[in-house]
């Protein structure tokens, strides 16, 4: 084992250890872990005679991805049974905590030593990463930077700026913390994550400078010749989302979507004369063209403008003792009594929302500037270099470096969390 694997080694434990003491996973969560030169990858896939800093642009200031390699669905009739909501999914490691020796587990690509892996986490080899000793300090940055740097970079090329100049190792000041981020990626492999995208991108009449994209709740169904037949459920984790200042609840323009959609494949059927949704071969400017004649492109236009204006909003359980069903969740407004009674005991994050949207940041993380200095760092879309996990925390340390929003987010998608029971029991 190489030194820079062993130091990982010990950051994934203390990462893994980090969670569990918020975080009650009653069955093993098995996560697929890899490092790589992000930049390399693309090199060996790019032109030769392309730079670096064109191939490797976008990916240079990643720290790492993760998600579940996974999303499942209950029935109706389970949904039912199970107290869990049919309309959503649900990522594979909230699922294994009550079915876990299911026969689904066994339909994952993601399965090695007959493993199948719920979480699958990348690391970008060109970061110097840090790996503190010490817990509860900081202590040893200063010896750490002086020794061994913790980067393993590029196969065949050196640490590269973004003209293309070579720097030495020594010369490098930006060291990430390992541990701090692994934390943040092992979370969004947990399913803190969000389905909605611009699944979509506005062409012709219906394009304007405004708004070049519509916001989807989920991404479309495609037969196998890529003709879009309808639309799959969105993520549990968006399903305490709403409008910051004027309280809507997405899941309202989410319905709206979906019955625009599926008006659109009932109308291109009748006027393509199409029987099987197989056999269909309409191209994405014909359905979009058609579906800006529904209710749904409305809702989706509304959307996308307000979200330039308006940021969103995760709504969580604050209450110890609440427990949750998915009755109790509204789905597209309240009164002003019932505003009041919800707000007693639930409490809303601030989701990042950019004017501008950043694939991979938008919506999945908190916003940067809300929480900057808080317990709520964590899920923050930045790391920060030089610092290390236990530095960076704040006074309130009841739930070390998860904050209450995280734990309250996670909470609401269904785990059993240090804030109470799980929401909507799948047991």
Known sequence: MTAFCSEAYGSVHRAISRIAQTVDLTHPVWISMNVYSFCQQRLDMADPNASVAAVCDDVDSVLGSAGPTAWYAFSPQSAAALGVWSNVTYPSSLVRQHIPDDAVFGDSSFTSNNVVYDIVANFNADFAWWFPKNDDTDAGYADFINGFMGKLGRSSVPLYTSGDQPVSSASV??????????????????????????????????????????????????????????????????????????????????????????????????????????????????????????????????????????????????????????????????????????????????????????????????????????????????????????????????YGPIGRATLGVLTMMGYATALGPVVASLA
Not at 302 to 317: D, E, F, G, H, M
Not at 322 to 345: G, H, I, K, R
Not at 360 to 373: A, K, R, T
Request: net charge negative.
């Open 173 to 398: 000041t930006s060291y990430y913390d390992m541990e701090q981020t692994l934390v943040h990626e092992f979370i969004h492999g947990l399913g803190f994550t969000s389905s909605w995208y611009p699944y979509l991108t506005l062409s012709g009449s219906i394009r304007s400078a405004a708004i070049k994209a519509l916001m989807f709740p989920s991404d479309f169904l495609r037969n196998e010749g890529g003709c879009i037949v309808g639309m799959g459920l969105p993520y549990v984790t968006d399903r305490g989302w709403a409008l910051a200042e004027s309280g809507i609840w997405l899941n309202g323009y989410a319905e709206r979507i979906r019955a625009g959609i599926d008006e659109t494949v009932v109308a291109l059927k009748a006027s393509t004369g199409t029987s099987q949704l197989e056999d269909a071969a309409w191209t994405d400017d014909v359905f979009v063209s058609q579906f800006a004649t529904t209710d749904g492109y409305q809702a989706a236009l509304n959307l996308a403008t307000r979200i330039k204006t308006q940021a969103i909003v995760s709504w969580y359980p604050t209450a110890p003792s609440l427990f949750v069903t998915p009755n109790d969740m509204p789905t597209t407004s309240m009164s002003a009594a019932e505003q009041v009674d919800f707000e007693t005991s639930w409490a809303a994050a601030v989701m990042y929302t950019p004017q501008k949207l950043q694939p991979g940041s938008s919506f999945s993380h908190f916003d940067n500037q809300y929480y900057e200095g808080s317990s709520e760092f964590m899920m923050r879309p930045y790391g920060t270099q030089g610092v290390g996990l236990d530095g960076f925390m704040s006074a309130d340390t009841r």
